[in-house]
């Protein structure tokens, strides 16, 4: 029996690996390059949109925990981000061109995987159906899942800028990682007085939108993680600057002092060629981009590579419609995976196509699916996919929260944090060796 998987984002590839690695052929639908979504740019796979972090790496993170458990039920998209990582502080960020590629060519080259260029607009009425068409669904086949599991919601997302370091004016920025964790070079920083933030913000707030007319809804909710800077912004002057533009645990070596707000630029790639502006996810018109960010000390003269978009994501009522394996309630050889499903992030997104291509794979093989327990990372974001508020489903990434305590209660929230992944991680070593 030959699965299916609709969508080459990262939960679709990851979801045709773990299927592929179980012994099991597996055609991987994609629509790219004959057809793009409003976002999409680059013929491979795993493409990133937004940023090129992916979050956190130390194990006692949230998100790290999270990676770390990746790794241990061998994900594909954790070889390639640790093989592609560019320096990023505390955080692991990846080369985004050079991660795609390693996600394209590993899956292009499996022996059981068989790449189909098309779009897919219904889902198969036969066999075992992984879909990770992501939030950016295609229209026919949006259409297709709304009336298959009962309607869906959306709302915006935007992505931030890029703008290359030799148009930097490196007078007025220095490099350093906030409180000197991480290498020096991860991120540069552009220091703010206060009459130097107070003109920027008031640009900021007064810019010009870009419409949303390539988008089919009338009332788009933002998501908080994704939010755009200047909607951010009209919440109050100070709030970008107790947000994204905090300069704590940052002193600039030309004064001395720290900076009334900080703009931080993060690597983009491994020589250092390029810089997003961290936070700045937007959706100003691109002149306005370029009028309002060349007032942030050191982006005067800045040659912006890509300017910040605004896209449409869409997520099922997962509560309503989806098993804790990410199977259908009335379909089970029908699985969902990634941000569709209502988690949110990169790996939050691989980690649920790996569980539901697993899953697909025990489905063909007759045995029983796998739902991780919730004192694992991944099993607390399959059970709130399962469960997590009906009333107002909201997308939800990795964070301690969506576990269970620990009992008995720690203050210190670092060695509370430890005893998270502590517990996590030998749970799933055990369990990873009773997997059949």
């Given amino acids: 029996m030959t699965i299916q998987v609709i969508g080459a984002g990262l939960a679709g590839c990851e979801a045709a690996w773990q299927i592929a690695q179980a012994g099991l052929p597996v055609t991987l639908y994609e629509m790219k390059p004959q057809k793009y979504s409003p976002a999409h740019q680059s013929p491979n796979f795993a493409e990133l949109i937004c940023s090129n972090s992916l979050k956190a790496e130390r194990v006692e993170s949230a998100a790290g925990l999270l990676k770390e458990e990746m790794r241990?039920?061998?994900?594909?998209?954790?070889?390639?981000?640790?093989?592609?990582?560019?320096?990023?502080?505390?955080?692991?960020?990846?080369?985004?061109?050079?991660?795609?590629a390693a996600v394209t060519k590993a899956v292009r080259e499996h022996p059981l995987?068989?790449?189909?260029?098309?779009?897919?607009?219904?889902?198969?009425?036969?066999?075992?159906?992984?879909?990770?068409?992501?939030?950016?669904?295609?229209d026919a086949l949006a259409q297709e899942i709304a009336a298959l599991c009962g309607g869906g919601l959306s709302f915006f997302d935007a992505a931030a800028p890029i703008v290359t370091a030799e148009s930097l004016n490196r007078e007025r920025i220095f490099a350093a990682s906030r409180y000197g964790k991480g290498e020096d070079d991860a991120y540069l920083n552009c220091p703010m007085n206060k009459e130097e933030y107070e003109r920027f913000y008031d640009a900021l707030i007064h810019a010009e939108r870009a419409p949303v007319h390539d988008f089919d809804v009338a009332d788009p909710k933002v998501y908080e993680g994704c939010m755009p800077v200047e909607v951010m912004a009209q919440r109050g002057a100070d709030t970008i600057r107790f947000g994204p533009?905090?300069?704590?645990?940052?002193?600039?070596?030309?004064?001395?002092?720290?900076?009334?707000?900080?703009?931080?630029?993060?690597?983009?790639?491994?020589?250092?060629?390029?810089?997003?502006?961290?936070?700045?996810?937007?959706?100003?018109?691109?002149?306005?981009?370029?009028?309002?960010?060349?007032?942030?000390?050191?982006?005067?003269?800045?040659?912006?590579?890509?300017?910040?978009?605004?896209?449409?994501?869409?997520?099922l009522n997962s509560p309503e419609v989806?098993?804790?394996?990410?199977?259908?309630?009335?379909?089970?050889?029908?699985?969902?995976?990634?941000?569709?499903?209502?988690?949110?992030?990169?790996?939050?997104?691989?980690?649920?196509?790996?569980?539901?291509?697993?899953?697909?794979?025990?489905?063909?093989?007759?045995?029983?699916t796998l739902t991780l327990p919730p004192e694992t990372m991944i099993g607390a974001l399959s059970r709130y996919v399962q469960n997590g508020g009906e009333s107002d489903f909201q997308p939800m990434g990795a964070n301690f929260g969506v576990m269970p305590p620990i009992e008995p209660h720690i203050r210190d929230k670092r060695a509370r944090y430890a005893a998270f992944s502590e517990r996590s991680l030998q749970l799933l070593s055990d369990i990873i060796q009773h997997i059949e």
């Fill in 72 to 100: 241990r039920l061998g994900s594909l998209l954790m070889q390639c981000a640790d093989s592609c990582r560019v320096p990023a502080g505390g955080a692991l960020a990846v080369d985004r061109h050079a991660f795609s």
């Fill in 113 to 138: 995987i068989q790449v189909c260029g098309e779009e897919v607009t219904k889902i198969p009425a036969e066999g075992i159906t992984v879909v990770a068409t992501g939030p950016l669904t295609s």
């Fill in 245 to 315: 533009l905090k300069p704590v645990g940052l002193r600039d070596p030309n004064t001395g002092h720290r900076p009334w707000a900080v703009v931080q630029l993060r690597r983009e790639d491994r020589e250092g060629t390029l810089y997003n502006l961290v936070g700045f996810q937007t959706n100003l018109k691109f002149g306005e981009q370029k009028r309002v960010f060349g007032l942030i000390p050191g982006l005067e003269q800045a040659e912006f590579i890509r300017y910040g978009v605004m896209h449409r994501n869409t997520f």
């Fill in 322 to 368: 989806l098993n804790s394996d990410y199977s259908v309630r009335n379909n089970p050889n029908l699985f969902f995976a990634g941000q569709i499903t209502g988690v949110e992030g990169y790996m939050e997104s691989a980690s649920s196509g790996l569980m539901a291509g697993r899953n697909a794979a025990r489905r063909a093989q007759e045995k029983a």
